[in-house]
């Protein structure tokens, strides 16, 4: 693979070490204008799970054990169904579902920032498709903490919870990926050595992640992920 694309994970790992969430998002939205969908897949879940551990090392006495259970079992429904459809889904479809994902999203964090408090069964459905887009693409963080970043008495905590959060699902997406005989081990392991840069991505991203506001960030990501999403969907 070319040196733009880990360079891209790279920068937008560093992002989710500041905010919790967002590495794959923000990754996929680039590189899917190069890379075949389903190849960002596999690598995004060997990047996903050794990001994650690297974000939760940093800070893992902030994980909120009881939220994190809360979610746990509709989460979990969500994310084997989302497994399953990478198997039956072409590329193309993929990537239109994707696209029609950012859009969604980019729209939700431009306009409904301010809300602060959902009603039980919309949480409960924010979750489900979070843990569905967690099964697809490893992306299920957004819809997640729409669901329940209100519940978060810091945002260490929320970025630490987060961190559990992607390493339980994508070791259960590896799982379930062997059991239906459809992982591809040379895609998962294909950027092995990223790892190493990937420490130090986190280990910046995490000290900014002490000292910045996060209000004026989450509308500039918003509006790149919208216009991705727009383009992608078009193309």
């Known amino acids: 693979m070319s040196i733009i694309i880990p360079a891209i994970f790279l920068l937008c790992f560093c992002i989710e070490s500041i905010f919790g969430f967002g590495g794959l998002v923000l990754s996929f939205a680039f590189l899917s204008f190069f890379v075949d969908i ?110 329940i970043k209100n519940d978060f008495k810091s945002k260490s905590q929320l970025r630490s919870t987060m961190a559990v959060f992607f390493i339980l699902f994508n070791i259960v997406r590896v799982a379930q990926l062997n059991i239906q005989g459809k ?8 950027l092995w050595w ?11 991203g995490y000290h900014v992640h002490l000292n910045i506001s996060e209000r004026f960030f989450h509308k500039i990501v918003a509006l790149l992920l919208f216009g991705a999403g727009i383009i992608l969907l078009t193309r």
């Open 38 to 147: 389903k190849s960002l897949i596999f690598v995004g879940m060997y990047i996903g799970i050794f990001a994650s551990i690297f974000v939760l090392v940093t800070d893992r006495h902030a994980v909120d054990k009881k939220l994190f259970l809360d979610i746990l079992p509709t989460a979990l429904v969500g994310t084997i169904i989302g497994v399953f459809v990478i198997t039956f889904f072409s590329n193309q479809l993929l990537l239109k579902i994707f696209a029609i994902f950012l859009i969604l999203f980019g729209l939700r964090w431009l306009l409904m920032d301010s809300v602060q408090k959902l009603p039980a069964l919309v949480k409960k459905l924010f979750i489900f498709v979070g843990g569905v887009m967690q099964g697809i693409y490893g992306t299920g963080g957004p819809f997640v903490v729409m669901a």
């Open 183 to 190: 992982f591809n081990s040379a895609e998962f392991f294909s």
């Open 194 to 204: 990223i790892i190493f840069p990937l420490f130090v991505a986190i280990y910046v």
